[in-house]
């Protein structure tokens, strides 16, 4: 959590950080916090051998024209 916390702060206003054990999946919390226009970047760092659940959720989450980041 201290590292998500370290990433918003570097630009409280623009960055939003989802943590994984929050329970919900990520395109609903995305369409709460962006009254459903969602976002114009999803980047998912997870490490090999995570499922693709969170990938495709975040893909989901995107505003048209947004962008996706596989790291």
Not at 12 to 24: C, L, S, T, Y
Not at 49 to 64: I, Q, Y
Request: aromatic share 6%; charged share 30%; with cysteine.
């Amino acid at each position: 959590r201290q590292l998500l916390e370290r990433v918003k702060a570097l630009s409280p206003q623009r960055i939003e950080v989802f943590q994984m054990d929050a329970g919900r999946p990520i395109d609903d919390w995305v369409r709460e916090i962006t009254n459903g226009e969602g976002v114009d970047y999803y980047i998912d760092c997870l490490g090999p051998g995570a499922t693709n659940r969170p990938m495709l959720e975040g893909m989901r989450s995107l505003r048209r024209g947004g962008k996706a980041v596989n790291i």
